[in-house]
């Protein structure tokens, strides 16, 4: 075999495409490592700004602690914290796990029936009118003190908003397209159960994200009226012994709790219905575009 003494020939440089290529991909992981350091610069500064304010006006903590304040009564009350920010979690996720329940199965049927939609519309829209708070009091002469009047009232404050989305989902199905179905000998339960539901999925998913942030609201609702325990409850007792710092500790972990389920409706929105959100990321690279 004859022996090859020439030198190997050097790399080929990139061409512009190429470079436009690697310099559009760059800019991409730029923009996406600034879309998730964003959130927690934007929440630090905002706390870094309300305690500059809180010294430099000398405000009182009964007026409006700092947030050093608050985090040494979240310190000092971490055992009455946690156990009470479990029981609002449960009650909420109970509520909410019905709320999903009840709402799918109403948001399949009004979106499916003209009749069922302009009978039941209206009464949904007047009972979601009724304030909520309204309702705590009723529930407790009905069930007493407790957890079951929470939980009824994260189920009814977050039921709505999943009805209303799925019966819009089910029903913006192309009228061309039943027709099609039905041509080809789809009975209209498969329909539903083919076209309608993966069509709601979107709308199912976006209410969820609303659903499960109000259903904390009705739940802190429901145990500042009408319960011996929850985050609701310890607010209560809080602000009556004018524990302000305590009472924004309670509203803190009411907010990052509401933040962890709506970042977890979003991670299952996103494996289940990731088709619906295609080119939606502006930061993607698109070779044919170059």
């Known amino acids: 075999m004859p022996f090859d003494d020439r030198a190997p020939s050097a790399p080929a440089a990139p061409t512009a495409a190429q470079r436009r ?7 991409a992981r730029r923009r996406r490592r ?25 405000i009182p903590q009964f007026i409006l602690p700092a947030p050093s304040a608050i985090a040494q009564s979240m310190v000092k009350w971490w055992l009455p914290l946690l156990d009470n920010s479990w029981q609002t979690l449960m009650t909420t996720l109970i509520g909410f ?3 999903i329940v009840f709402g799918l199965l109403l948001g399949v ?13 209206p009464l949904l829209i007047a009972f979601n009118s009724v304030p909520k708070v309204a309702v705590v009091p009723i529930l407790v002469i009905w069930f007493g ?12 404050i977050s ?23 039905r041509a080809l000998g789809a009975r209209p339960t498969d329909i539903i159960r083919k076209v309608g539901l993966p069509r709601a999925m979107p709308y199912f998913f976006a209410s969820l994200k609303i659903a499960i942030t109000v259903a904390f609201v009705g739940s802190i609702i429901a145990e500042t009226v009408a319960a011996n325990k929850g985050i ?35 991670a299952i929105e996103n494996r289940t219905t990731g088709w619906a959100m295609r080119g939606q990321d502006s930061g993607q690279v698109s070779v044919a575009g170059v």
């Not at 290529?21 to 800019?27: E, Q, R, S, V, Y």
């Not at 049927?109 to 519309?121: E, M, V």
């Not at 003190?145 to 009814?156: D, E, Q, R, S």
């Not at 009472?247 to 990052?256: D, K, N, P, S």
Request: charged share 10%; proline share 4%; hydrophobic share 65%.
């Open 232 to 266: 609701g409850h310890l607010m209560m007792l809080a602000s009556s012994r004018f524990d302000v710092p305590l009472v924004f500790a309670g509203l803190i972990i009411t907010g990052v709790m509401g933040v962890v389920m709506y970042v977890v409706a979003v």
């Open 97 to 99: 796990a019905l709320a």
């Open 159 to 181: 039921f709505f908003p999943i009805v209303v989305n799925v019966a819009t989902g089910i029903a913006t199905v192309e009228p061309e397209l039943r027709d099609v179905l």
């Open 21 to 27: 290529i690697d310099a559009l991909a760059a800019a």
């Open 109 to 121: 049927a009004i979106g499916s029936s003209t009749l069922l939609y302009h009978g039941l519309y």
């Open 34 to 58: 600034l879309q998730a350091a964003l959130p927690w610069l934007i929440i630090i500064g905002t706390f870094l700004l309300w305690e500059v304010i809180c010294r430099a006006f000398a």
């Open 145 to 156: 003190i407790g957890t079951v009047p929470a939980v009824i009232t994260a189920f009814l």
